[in-house]
């Protein structure tokens, strides 16, 4: 019955999302707004449907919330075309650095001086809530492959660099709190184990069998001509499974990986397509069910000019996209949903205090503290400081330290922070978010 129940809520939420897309297209909301309004709705406070348990679906949540982060990276780094060495790269890797590293230094030290909570819970919590979310964030990422806007791609760099990336810290706070504080050798041992190995396998891992599958994919598709007939959403799958396994096997972070791993296949098809400034996909577009009919009617328009590579590539990277995008969205809804159900139970009113200053200080102060030079104006800067959405890549870090030794008190202040401050932050940011971007656009336009 129960579930039943819960797929009749995903069913329901998902209609109405359907039916009323159109009015909210023209609304300053964003679909997680509305999704975790809906899930107060039919959660305790609200109509009582359901209920949540945290403790008891830990470990399920936790392979959920990671299943939703590693499609929503994969995507991001499919769409991010620029070449690696790129000076616009550098916002990207700032962001998921420098700031990072500010802002789980500033949230710590709110917490433990205004809360009063211990080092620990307080790293813990700063690590937890630093990286910003690449599932909640779509609107201030970049629209497409073509998209070069240096706001909106730096955010989109830095939400699927900083979910790899705050992971050490994560591990860093947990050990912490298990010793108490410095006492043992365990400090070596994480800088060489979580810094300086796990990062950069993760990376290049990722990198190089997005690359190499991408490359051996598209030659293998040219010379049996079926650039058409392929199932790339099989392929979709198999990358980021293998992207993620093979990581974590060596002891590297899947999430970087899988990222590493979607930027990967993206300059492959670069290459494939002659450095065209034109991403494949705009070039060869299919049609709905375009393996199931003749290949010469399974793209739009006159495609005659277009070279094997280009049809190939376009094809594949239009159907990654689109499964992807759909996978991602289907688990914000869901979990938002959810977010929502349990709320109410897990609320903190401390958690306003900690989300503005974390909102309207630390980030802000965090990202004007790096020297940026030429690659973001003032405009850019602020509006960059602002748009640190946090979403499912926290709830994700929040069950991974529930279930590797997050306990008693600490586990229950841990919870109900993060979620309240989730929380704030879909409401703060999904009610800004469009007018700011709107403002933003009109006036880049009136620069060009």
Request: glycine content about 12%; hydrophobic content about 50%.
């Amino acid at each position: 019955m129960t579930f039943i129940l819960w797929m009749a809520v995903l069913g329901a939420v998902l209609l109405i999302l359907a039916l009323t897309s159109s009015y909210l297209r023209w609304m300053p909301v964003t679909t997680s707004a509305v999704c975790l309004l809906l899930g107060i709705c039919i959660g305790p406070l609200g109509m009582d449907l359901l209920h949540l348990d945290i403790k008891g679906s830990a470990r399920w949540m936790e392979h959920l919330t990671e299943v939703a982060v590693l499609f929503s990276l994969f995507v991001s780094g499919l769409k991010l075309r620029l070449p690696l060495k790129h000076r616009t790269w550098r916002i990207a890797f700032g962001m998921a650095g420098p700031v990072m590293l500010l802002t789980i230094l500033g949230t710590c030290l709110v917490l433990h001086w205004l809360l009063g909570l211990s080092w620990g819970v307080s790293l813990l919590v700063g690590a937890i809530l630093a990286p910003t979310d690449p599932v909640l964030a779509g609107l201030v990422q970049v629209n497409n492959a073509q998209d070069y806007d240096s706001l909106r791609f730096g955010l989109s760099g830095e939400a699927g660099l900083n979910d790899g990336t705050a992971f050490p810290f994560v591990i860093f706070a947990l050990i912490f709190m298990q010793h108490g504080g410095f006492d043992g050798d365990w400090l070596g041992g994480w800088v060489l184990k979580n810094l300086l190995w796990a990062v950069p396998a993760g990376l290049l891992v990722g990198y190089w069998m997005g690359r190499g599958i991408g490359r051996i994919t598209l030659k293998m598709r040219i010379t049996n001509a079926d650039s058409t007939l392929s199932p790339n959403d099989y392929l979709t799958l198999a990358l980021i499974a293998l992207a993620y396994v093979v990581a974590e096997a060596i002891g590297g972070y899947g999430f970087l990986s899988v990222f590493a791993a979607g930027l990967g296949l993206r300059q492959a098809e670069f290459k494939s397509t002659g450095n065209s400034q034109t991403p494949a996909e705009h070039l060869a577009q299919p049609v709905v069910g375009h393996m199931e009919v003749e290949p010469e009617h399974a793209l739009h328009g006159d495609v005659g000019q277009l070279q094997d590579t280009q049809i190939a590539a376009g094809v594949m990277m239009g159907d990654m996209l689109a499964f992807g995008g759909l996978v991602e969205r289907s688990m914000e809804v869901f979990l938002v949903t959810l977010l929502g159900v349990v709320l109410v139970s897990h609320w903190d009113w401390r958690a306003l205090a900690v989300g503005a200053l974390l909102f309207c200080v630390i980030r802000p102060l965090s990202v004007l503290s790096i020297p940026w030079g030429t690659l973001l104006n003032g405009h850019q800067r602020g509006l960059v400081g602002w748009f640190g959405i946090r979403g499912i890549g926290s709830i994700y870090y929040l069950f991974y330290a529930i279930n590797h030794g997050l306990v008693g008190t600490s586990s229950a202040v841990a919870v109900n922070l993060t979620l309240s401050v989730i929380a704030l932050s879909i409401v703060v940011h999904g009610l800004s978010t469009q007018p700011m971007l709107v403002w933003y656009e009109r006036r880049a336009q009136a620069q060009r």
